[in-house]
Protein backbone atom coordinates (compact mmCIF):
# COMPACT_ATOMS: atom_id res chain seq x y z
CA UNK A 1 0.00 0.00 0.00
CA UNK A 2 1.55 3.08 -1.15
CA UNK A 3 1.80 5.66 1.82
CA UNK A 4 3.51 9.20 1.95
CA UNK A 5 4.45 11.04 5.24
CA UNK A 6 5.16 14.93 5.00
CA UNK A 7 7.24 16.84 7.78
CA UNK A 8 8.60 19.54 7.96
CA UNK A 9 5.76 22.61 7.85
CA UNK A 10 5.90 25.44 10.33
CA UNK A 11 5.06 29.19 10.72
CA UNK A 12 7.53 31.24 8.78
CA UNK A 13 8.22 34.73 8.28
CA UNK A 14 7.84 36.38 4.33
CA UNK A 15 11.91 36.41 3.35
CA UNK A 16 12.41 33.61 5.21
CA UNK A 17 12.94 29.31 4.45
CA UNK A 18 11.67 26.01 5.09
CA UNK A 19 12.45 22.41 3.65
CA UNK A 20 9.94 19.95 3.66
CA UNK A 21 10.44 16.08 3.67
CA UNK A 22 8.19 13.29 2.39
CA UNK A 23 8.84 10.11 3.05
CA UNK A 24 7.42 7.15 0.80
CA UNK A 25 6.67 3.71 0.99
CA UNK A 26 4.63 1.03 -0.39
CA UNK A 27 6.22 1.66 -4.08
CA UNK A 28 9.39 1.26 -5.71
CA UNK A 29 10.34 4.75 -5.33
CA UNK A 30 12.98 5.22 -8.21
CA UNK A 31 11.02 3.69 -10.60
CA UNK A 32 8.25 6.99 -10.08
CA UNK A 33 8.30 10.67 -11.04
CA UNK A 34 7.23 12.63 -7.91
CA UNK A 35 5.71 16.12 -7.27
CA UNK A 36 4.62 18.50 -4.33
CA UNK A 37 1.18 19.84 -4.50
CA UNK A 38 -0.57 22.26 -2.14
CA UNK A 39 -4.00 23.02 -1.05
CA UNK A 40 -4.51 26.83 0.25
CA UNK A 41 -8.03 27.26 1.71
CA UNK A 42 -10.73 27.46 -0.68
CA UNK A 43 -8.71 27.01 -3.60
CA UNK A 44 -8.00 23.57 -5.53
CA UNK A 45 -5.11 21.13 -4.52
CA UNK A 46 -2.29 22.59 -7.21
CA UNK A 47 1.00 20.98 -8.30
CA UNK A 48 3.95 23.29 -7.56
CA UNK A 49 7.01 20.95 -8.27
CA UNK A 50 8.04 17.71 -10.01
CA UNK A 51 11.05 15.73 -10.87
CA UNK A 52 11.64 12.41 -13.03
CA UNK A 53 13.09 9.38 -12.23
CA UNK A 54 16.49 10.61 -13.46
CA UNK A 55 16.22 14.09 -11.50
CA UNK A 56 14.89 16.79 -14.27
CA UNK A 57 12.73 19.48 -12.58
CA UNK A 58 9.73 21.57 -13.50
CA UNK A 59 8.00 23.94 -11.50
CA UNK A 60 4.52 26.07 -11.63
CA UNK A 61 5.54 29.95 -12.14
CA UNK A 62 4.46 31.27 -9.02
CA UNK A 63 7.23 29.17 -7.36
CA UNK A 64 9.68 29.18 -10.03
CA UNK A 65 13.22 30.52 -9.01
CA UNK A 66 12.46 30.14 -5.12
CA UNK A 67 11.95 26.68 -5.02
CA UNK A 68 13.44 23.62 -5.14
CA UNK A 69 12.48 19.90 -5.69
CA UNK A 70 15.38 17.25 -4.95
CA UNK A 71 15.15 13.57 -4.17
CA UNK A 72 16.99 10.69 -2.20
CA UNK A 73 15.84 7.70 -3.34
CA UNK A 74 18.02 5.55 -1.20
CA UNK A 75 16.02 6.81 1.27
CA UNK A 76 13.21 6.99 -0.59
CA UNK A 77 12.01 10.73 0.16
CA UNK A 78 11.34 13.31 -2.01
CA UNK A 79 12.36 16.88 -0.32
CA UNK A 80 11.36 20.99 -1.45
CA UNK A 81 13.36 23.59 -0.47
CA UNK A 82 11.18 26.92 -0.17
CA UNK A 83 13.45 30.15 -0.28
CA UNK A 84 11.84 33.43 0.03
CA UNK A 85 8.50 32.45 1.25
CA UNK A 86 5.34 34.79 0.32
CA UNK A 87 2.12 34.98 2.50
CA UNK A 88 0.22 33.34 -1.21
CA UNK A 89 2.45 30.22 -0.10
CA UNK A 90 0.38 29.93 2.70
CA UNK A 91 -0.93 26.17 2.53
CA UNK A 92 -1.05 21.93 3.16
CA UNK A 93 1.73 20.81 1.46
CA UNK A 94 1.73 17.54 0.36
CA UNK A 95 3.53 15.01 -1.80
CA UNK A 96 2.49 12.18 -4.40
CA UNK A 97 3.38 10.64 -7.92
CA UNK A 98 3.09 12.58 -10.40
CA UNK A 99 0.85 11.59 -12.12
CA UNK A 100 -0.58 11.41 -8.10
CA UNK A 101 -2.03 8.00 -6.62
CA UNK A 102 -5.58 8.26 -5.36
CA UNK A 103 -3.97 7.97 -2.09
CA UNK A 104 -2.84 10.90 -0.06
CA UNK A 105 -1.14 11.69 3.36
CA UNK A 106 -1.85 13.95 5.90
CA UNK A 107 -0.19 16.76 4.36
CA UNK A 108 1.99 19.35 6.30
CA UNK A 109 0.95 22.96 7.19
CA UNK A 110 2.89 25.91 5.79
CA UNK A 111 1.87 29.34 7.13
CA UNK A 112 3.99 32.60 5.87
CA UNK A 113 2.97 35.56 8.25
CA UNK A 114 4.93 38.27 9.81
Known amino acids: QVQFVESGGGLVQPGGSLRLSCAASGIIFRLFAMGWYRQAPGKQRELVAS???????DYADSVKGRFTISRDNAKNTVYLQMNSVKPEDTAVYYC????????WGQGTQVTVSS
Open 51 to 57: IGRGGST
Open 96 to 103: NGNPSWAY
